[in-house]
């Protein structure tokens, strides 16, 4: 499974690369508003400096919902850099514009994707990724995972390529949890990145191995 950072954050970025096992980074307009990105040209710069850092698909996302823009808006992301993915919404243009960027070589993201069917329109149209957003899901009340794992399976059944990006990730367990259920990639903010890293066993049992060390020093 592959693992990127959900953050527009260039210093939660560079830590959880140095960690040696970042595959690429998601953004939203959301984040890079949360970092204070404003304009255009801003966005675009911003973009192009996490490409620099990270080598891996980075996901950058239109905010045009018709056909045509979606489609000019799409391919200038791409021009940024060889590893950008355009991030695009599951709507009815989206899906058109999908298929469209399928057809002339451009990476995508299909996201804001909340059902099986979803998911199976994003695969038809030939999204290189589909982001379920088990987060949102569960916060309404259903069992996010368990869109992940019907996903997994019928792509299974279908043998689509579409890559399963689990995002709206809140927790360390979720990583695992999708991990688990089928997930291809899981994008996730820092802390339940580093999350995984934890264990009180382990850090007693280290403070244990240190502490009988010092003995033979
Ligand atoms: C990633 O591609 C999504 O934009 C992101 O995971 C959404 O997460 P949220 O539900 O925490 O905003």
Redesign the pocket.
């Known amino acids: 499974m592959k693992f990127f950072i959900?953050t527009a954050d260039l210093s939660q970025i560079r830590e959880a690369n140095d960690l040696g096992i970042l595959d690429g980074v998601?953004?939203?307009p959301?984040?890079m508003a949360k970092v204070g990105i404003k304009g255009s040209e801003a966005v675009y710069q911003h973009y192009k400096t996490i490409c620099e850092m990270v080598d891996g698909d980075i996901?950058a996302?239109v905010v045009s919902t018709e056909f045509k823009e979606i489609v000019e808006e799409g391919k200038k992301l791409a021009a940024i850099h060889g590893n950008i993915v355009v991030?695009v919404p599951m709507i009815r243009e989206g899906i058109k514009a999908i298929k469209w960027f399928t057809d002339n070589g451009i990476k995508t993201?299909c996201?804001?994707v909340f059902s099986a069917g979803q998911a199976i329109l994003a695969a038809k149209a030939g999204a290189t990724y589909v982001?379920p957003?088990i987060?949102?899901i569960d916060?309404s009340g259903w069992e996010g995972v368990q869109l992940i794992e019907q996903i997994a399976d019928i792509y299974g059944v279908q043998g689509y390529d579409t890559q399963i990006?689990a995002?709206?990730?809140?927790s360390s367990n979720h990583i695992i949890q999708c991990a688990q259920a089928g997930a291809d990639v899981v994008?996730?903010?820092l802390e339940p990145i580093l999350g995984l890293l934890k264990h009180p066993l382990t850090d007693s049992g280290l403070a244990k191995f240190l502490e009988d060390a010092r003995k033979f020093a």
């Open positions: 959900d998601t953004t939203n959301s984040l996901s996302e991030k993201n996201t804001l982001s957003f987060g949102r916060d990006l995002a709206s990730i809140r994008t996730s903010p």
